[in-house]
């Protein structure tokens, strides 16, 4: 009998520990801003999705699976933007999503980094991305800021008109899910 209670009562444990493990599910609102910008050129992508799992008090069990659409890019320029989409830039026709995926997400400061991979045309390659998380109300933002080297995903041609470095700003409302 004393096994059995035991057994319960460590079963219970073990089920409070998971309850309390898992990270709040968020729902990317209106309104979020994926911005890129150069010396040369600059612009936005309206179409972003995917699943955030985000707990402040315990980022390690926290998770971001995030999707960007290609064809959604708007420089401003028509003629810009299907030059952005052809063969050459994103090859929107063969690879239509730029995709992050964490692999461990850390506090950092006043914030926090999310370390994981960024896969553009078909290369993936590894990213430590510093953000802030601020609640308001039932919601939250998160807001981050990094720079990408193009050329490391083959993105143009190196050199030429634009330069290399592409610094991304994004912000992102979500409520929770």
């Known amino acids: 009998m004393k096994k059995l209670i035991f057994s319960m009562a460590t079963l219970l444990v073990i089920t409070a520990v998971f309850a309390f493990s898992v990270a709040q599910k968020w729902a990317i609102a209106d309104k979020y801003s994926i911005k890129f910008s150069s010396s040369e050129v600059a612009g936005i992508f309206k179409t972003f999705s995917g699943n955030i799992d ?7 069990s926290s998770k971001f699976d995030v999707t960007i659409d290609v064809n959604s890019i708007n420089t401003g320029n028509g003629l810009q933007n299907k030059h952005a989409k052809g063969e050459e830039w994103f ?10 995926t964490s692999k461990k997400i850390v506090k950092a400061g006043t914030g926090y980094q999310v370390t994981g991979d960024l896969s553009i045309k078909g290369v993936s390659k590894e990213y430590t991305i510093p953000f802030t998380f ?14 990408v080297n193009r050329s490391d995903f083959k993105i143009g041609k190196p050199g030429g008109e634009v330069g290399e470095q ?3 700003d994004v912000a992102v409302p979500v409520t929770k899910g």
Not at 54 to 60: T, V, Y
Not at 134 to 147: I, P, R, W
């Open 54 to 60: 985000f707990d402040e008090q315990n980022p390690a």
């Open 166 to 168: 592409i610094k991304i």
């Open 91 to 100: 090859d929107a026709a063969k690879y239509p999503a730029i995709k992050y």
């Open 134 to 147: 601020k609640k308001a109300g039932a919601g939250a933002t998160f807001n981050g800021s990094f720079t």
